[in-house]
C-alpha cells in the first residue's frame, strides 16, 4: 500500500514536472509575448519575465520590439529628367504594436523589405539626378513618409530612411566632370576679368596721383631702374620717360604766364595813376605848336624812374587863358 502511494506521488510529481516544463515561458526584456488561445487571440500581451501558458491549448508567439536594420536591395530606374540611375537605401523601423504584427500581416520584416523597394523605386521616378545627388534629405524624408503611413497599421512604425549609394553610367561620370571642369574654367576666368578690372581701376587712380606729382614718376622709374639691376643683367636699357619731357614743357609754359601776368599787373597799376591836367591853349596856337613840334627834334630819352619825377608839378604850370575872350 505504501509503495503504491509512494508510486503515484513519483507519478504525480513527474507530470507536474512535465507540465511545468511545457507551461513555462520566459519572455526576455526586448521581447513580448502574443498568446493565442484555441487560435484566438488573449489580452493582454505577456511582457518581459516568467508566464505561464496552458500547454496544448494556448501558443505564443514573440515579438521583437528592437529597432531593426534593413537594407533595401539596389533599385534601379529613371530619373523625371530620363537619366538612369541604381539607388540603394537602408530602413530603420521597430514594432509599436506586436499584437497587430502577429495578426495583422504575415511577416511584417517582408511586407517593410517590399514596401521599401517599392517607395524607392517611386521616389526615384519622381526626382531628378541634381535632387538624387544633393538633396537626399528632403528625398529620405518622402520615404519615410510613404513608409509609415501603411507600415502603421501593421503594429511597425518607421524611424528613418537613408539612401546610401547613387550608381551613375560611366558616360554620365564622364559628362559630370566635363561640366565642372568648365564651371570652374568659367568661375576662373571671371576672377580674372574681376582681377584686371580692379587693378585697371587702381592703375589710373595711380596715373591720376603721378600728374599731379609728376616727381613721382620719376622716383617710379628710379625704383623701377633698382628693382631690374637687382636682377644683375648684363644690360640695362633705361627709357626716358615722355612725361618728363611733358613737365618741362608745363614748367615753361607756367613761368611764361606768370611773366605775362605780371607785365599786365604792371599796365593795369600804370594806366590807375593819376595824370596832370593839359592846358587849354586856342586852336591857333595848337597848331603853331604842333608845326614847331614837327620841325624841332625829338627829345632826349628819359631816364627810367618814378613816373612823379616825370611830370611837372602843379604850382609850375602857366595859368590856363582865357579862349572866351575877345581881341583886346
Known sequence: MLGEL????????????VYLMAAARVVK????????????????????????????VDRMR??????VTMP????EGITRDNVTVRV??????KVVDAADAVVRVEDYRFAVSQMAQTSLRSIIGKSELDDLLSNREKLNQGLELMMDSPAIGWGVSVDRVEIKDVSLPETMKRSMARQAEATRDRRA???NADAELQASKKLAEAAAAMSDQPAALQ?????????VASEKNSTLVLPFPVELLRFLERSGLQAQAQTEQVEAEAQRARAQRPTAPERMVPPDAAQERMVSADAAPPPPPVESGPVEDALPALEDLPEAENLRSGPS
Open 6 to 17: 509512494v508510486a503515484a506521488g513519483v507519478g504525480l510529481a513527474s507530470a507536474g514536472t
Open 88 to 93: 540603394d537605401a537602408v530602413v530603420y523601423f
Open 72 to 75: 533595401v536591395p539596389a533599385q
Open 62 to 67: 514573440k515579438v521583437n520590439m528592437q529597432i
Open 189 to 191: 576666368r571671371v576672377i
Open 219 to 227: 622716383l617710379r622709374l628710379l625704383q623701377t631702374v633698382v628693382a
Open 29 to 56: 526584456q526586448y521581447e513580448r509575448g502574443v498568446v493565442l488561445r484555441l487560435g484566438r487571440l488573449t489580452a493582454p500581451v505577456r511582457g518581459p519575465g516568467f508566464t505561464m501558458i496552458i500547454p496544448g
